[in-house]
């Protein structure tokens, strides 16, 4: 029977950062989102040049050992690209992606993952992750340090292991899975998963409405719960193309991959070929004209609340209630450089014109130097920190990290999260419809599980 994917793409800058740097994309064949990290660094470049180098793919009908080397390869291509970039423009070191990518090879799903983004299965009514998180927190749950419970308000959950940088070893986890009726796919970045309760979000999921009414009531509740992050939704439903009618063909691009501009709107490119060199286009700054891609995400209530919301902010500012605004920034707390030292700032990283919202509260004696440099990466971009009890915790989690590093260093080793050491692959054998391998791939009738590596960069 024709399988095919009915689908929804939503994404929102959330409540306090000032640019999107996620990107998603969904298509008949294609699912896939991309959390940019790196802040000015160019976050929103790298999500958008790795989702522009897969999205031909949609337009590709291959078999699945042909479709996972075809995604392994441009996912190798686009981190070679990330690499070039930062050779030739240094000041975007530091900026990377997680990724999340399904193709669809007729009853075949091929799944690409690295990094702490997402990737849930909705199947009889329950809400599976498929994924395993790349970061710091996952690998204290592994080593049986702490529960996943307390993985949960950990306040270093935000420390990734594995990403997209450019380096040579940046490689993702490939899965091969098999595709059935009434499956639903959810990717989603972690202003969702990291605000919005598991219970909640597959409640929601599981509810029975279309893909584009979930991903809406998903970003919805995700702004609700104060969200700071980038909110990113990606959902793909496999269907029977002989019993739905009219699944969508146009493939929706939203977040960074998709140019946000007032002057104009145009559709997005329908040919493989159009829509990889619109969003090379896009990725690099080489459009001429600034455009805005169709189906940008949800015109919801949720959206325009928060529009609202950050107006109001702004006419209490220029109605001379500055004060009001400043006195609610300093119950925020960050954790970032100064003087090339981490430090616990007061307030929020961001400046309203000349009127700074922040200042430090507790300098450190951590030279962010002698940091691991995915560590260092983060505090050079600012990590938010509910209280300052929060803040210290983390402070102190990088002095160890620091002086880890540093010993590592001395003796001739590397700057991993516990130690020199990269662990040796093992495999299980847990279900028949899934082969899981990193990086290369193949398809049988067990489960292969590779142990990610927990190398930090």
Known sequence: MPFAF????????????????????????????????????????????????????????????????????????????????????????????????????????????????????????????????????????????????????????????????????????????????????????????????????????????????????????????GAPDNVTIVIGDVVDLTKVDGPPTQPQIVGAASTRTKKSTRAIPVTPAAKAAALTREATGEDDDEVTLAEEGPAGPGRWWRRAAVLAVVLVVLGGGAYAAYDWSQGQYFVGAHDGKVAIYQGVSQDLGPIALSHVEEASDVVVSDLPDFYRTKVEASISKDTLKDAEALVEELRLEASRCAVSRATGGTCATDDSTTPTPTTTTTSPSTTTTTPTTTTSSSTTTGTPSTTTR
């Open 6 to 225: 009915n689908y929804a793409a939503r994404s929102d800058v959330g409540m306090v950062r000032s640019e999107n740097q996620d990107s998603g994309y969904a298509g008949p064949r294609l699912l896939a989102m991309a959390d940019g990290m790196g802040g000015h660094a160019g976050g929103d470049i790298a999500s958008s040049v790795v989702i522009g180098a897969l999205a031909d793919l949609d337009g590709e009908a291959l078999g699945s050992a042909e479709a996972s080397k075809a995604l392994l390869r441009r996912i190798t291509s686009a981190n070679d690209e990330l690499a070039d970039m930062v050779k030739s423009d240094p000041s975007l070191h530091g900026m990377g992606t997680t990724l999340i990518a399904i193709l669809r090879s007729h009853n075949k799903l091929v799944l690409a993952h690295i990094g702490d983004s997402r990737a849930f299965l909705a199947r009889d009514g329950q809400l599976t992750q498929i994924t395993k998180d790349h970061s710091f927190v996952q690998s204290l749950v592994d080593e049986g340090r702490i529960t996943a419970d307390e993985a949960i308000g950990h306040p270093q959950r935000s420390l990734v292991t594995r990403v997209l940088t450019g380096q040579p070893d940046d490689e993702p986890d490939v899965t091969v899975r098999e595709a059935r009726m009434g499956d639903r796919y959810l990717i989603a970045s972690d202003g969702l998963t990291d605000y919005v309760a598991g219970d909640t979000i597959a409640e929601i999921v599981t509810a029975g409405d279309a893909p584009g009414a979930t991903a809406d009531r998903l970003v919805d509740l995700a702004l609700k719960a």
